[in-house]
Nanobody, 120 residues
Framework: VQLVESGGGLVQVGGSLRLSCAAS????????IGWFRQAPGKDREGVSC????????YYAQSVEGRFTLSSDNAKNTVYLQMNSLKPEDTAVYYC??????????????WGQGTQVTVSS
């Protein structure tokens, strides 16, 4: 099982980035994929999640309306489009996979993370 994040980088306030999470080694349709982030000195925070089988998506209040989560099932890849970025969005972003048609706390597979830095 492998989850590989990409797309992080340095962006100015108000800018956009698109993160990708490429999955392999499991049946993509049977899972939910979540994005989490962790800033230095802070706890890990859930950002967004998508249930692959029905495309139900969920967002943290802090990103609602600015971030959009989508999936390309043919590529086993989930995309997190991040717009109107703020300095407080700066963190390492991780994707994770949980088996089942729900976004819960049982994420069993994790990627290595990608750094997002929003400069003011």
């Amino acid at each position: 099982v492998q989850l590989v994040e990409s797309g992080g980088g340095l962006v100015q306030v108000g800018g956009s980035l698109r993160l990708s999470c490429a999955a392999s080694g499991f049946t993509f349709d049977d899972y939910a994929i979540g994005w989490f982030r962790q800033a230095p000195g802070k706890d890990r925070e859930g950002v967004s999640c998508i249930v692959i089988s029905d495309n139900n998506t969920y967002y943290a209040q802090s990103v609602e309306g600015r971030f959009t989560l989508s999936s390309d099932n043919a590529k086993n890849t989930v995309y997190l489009q991040m717009n109107s970025l703020k300095p407080e969005d700066t963190a390492v972003y991780y994707c994770a996979a949980e088996q089942g048609p729900y976004c819960d706390i049982g994420f069993e597979y994790w990627g290595q993370g990608t750094q997002v830095t929003v400069s003011s």
